[in-house]
């Protein structure tokens, strides 16, 4: 909204301030949050008195649990979405399509989210909205946003897969890249999902990821800094930046009230849009591949609990004494606060490494 103020700058020179990308971005980390703080308190209270026992504890989960995190309230995702979607519009370019595709996905995911922690809150119960259900409205919603976002694309981005680290190297999928394109999402969501274990576990890696292609749409949405990094050039991509700065700041917001011990849960509310949007973005940026390295903590959550359920069918035995991983450590002895810290420090480690194929081509 704010960004066509800037068609006022030919009478009022200052408006023009609104036309700069790294402003509007700075701005809507700073609305984000301060949404985040303003409604915070309230949200929490209206959550914890429309829940009653608050989120369900899976009585097959690590014991202490039970007894630690009985009664906290979830669907603190909801905090998250509404500061960012705010933000969003009062900073970004709303004429830019790239932005109501990633936007489309947040809030679908969002909605799915909401409705599975609903139905878990009402009967308490950790069941909600069946898998093969979930997936398939995930696929759908996913499919359509890809197809969307190919729509928007030079002829040679369209349905081409970029490899990092190889600066003319494209691979064409064709129709192909639809399908690729909706597993990135679809598969972004539900790893970030299965991380959402422990108090501020998922939340932080979320937004070193999100940094971490904030600084990518920047580039990539320039065409003077792609040229000189030899990165593809996708016109527009760069008001992705506003969003993942949005995404910035209500993640800021939402870890005060996350951080230890939790005053809320973001639930499948925050943690199914949250991966959405990562993986929303990633196809919009051509950074598919990038993703699997920046994100690798929750791929690493992800596939502990593949080969987990695989080696139990197959076998009848356990890789790991729980899963996803996070609880195997725990099993180990493990304290709360030295897995969460040293998974951050991973995701810290694992966005280094990501950021590297920006130049090392």
């Not at 399509?97 to 139905?119: E, N, R, S």
């Not at 987990?308 to 729980?322: E, I, Y």
């Amino acid at each position: 909204m704010f960004y066509f103020l800037a068609n006022l700058s030919d009478d009022a020179p200052f408006f023009n301030v609104f036309r700069y990308l790294t402003v509007r971005t700075g701005s809507a980390v700073l609305t984000a949050l301060v949404i985040s703080f303003v409604i915070g308190p309230s949200l929490i209270r209206w959550l914890r008195l429309r829940q009653g026992k608050g989120q369900p504890i899976r009585s097959d989960g690590p014991q202490r649990h039970i007894v630690e995190k009985q009664g906290t309230p979830t669907m603190g995702g909801l905090l998250i979405l509404i500061s960012l979607v705010v933000s969003t519009l009062l900073w970004a370019d709303l004429s830019n399509q790239y932005v109501w595709a990633v936007l489309a996905v947040t809030l679908g995911f969002g909605l799915l989210g909401f409705i599975d922690d609903y139905k878990k809150v009402r009967k308490y119960t950790s069941d909600g909205i069946s898998a093969r259900g979930k997936l398939l409205f995930q696929c759908l919603l996913a499919g359509g946003a890809v197809f969307w976002m190919m729509q928007l694309q030079m002829p040679e981005l369209d349905g081409a897969l970029a490899v990092p680290f190889f600066k003319n190297v494209l691979i064409q999928l064709g129709w192909g890249f639809l399908i690729f394109g909706a597993l990135v999402i679809v598969g972004a969501s539900n790893a970030v999902n299965l991380t959402d274990g422990l108090d501020g576990l998922a939340i932080v890696p979320v937004m070193i990821a999100a940094a971490t292609f904030l600084l990518i749409a920047y580039l990539v949405g320039n065409v003077v800094f792609a040229d000189y990094l030899q990165l593809h050039y996708v016109a527009g991509t760069g008001e992705l930046a506003i969003l993942l700065g949005a995404l910035l700041g209500a993640g800021l917001g939402f870890l005060w009230f996350n951080a230890p011990p939790a005053m809320v849960f973001m639930g499948d509310t925050g943690s199914l849009s949250l991966g959405g949007v990562l993986g929303a973005v990633a196809v919009a940026v051509k950074h598919e591949l990038v993703l699997a390295v920046v994100g690798g903590l929750f791929v690493m959550e992800a596939v502990s609990v593949i080969v987990q359920v695989v080696s139990f069918k197959l076998t009848g035995k356990r890789v790991f004494r729980m899963a996803p991983i996070h609880h195997h450590f725990e099993q180990l002895g493990w304290r709360e606060p030295t897995i969460v810290i040293r998974f951050w420090i991973i995701a810290v480690i694992l966005a280094l490494i990501g950021l590297s194929t920006l130049k090392l081509r």
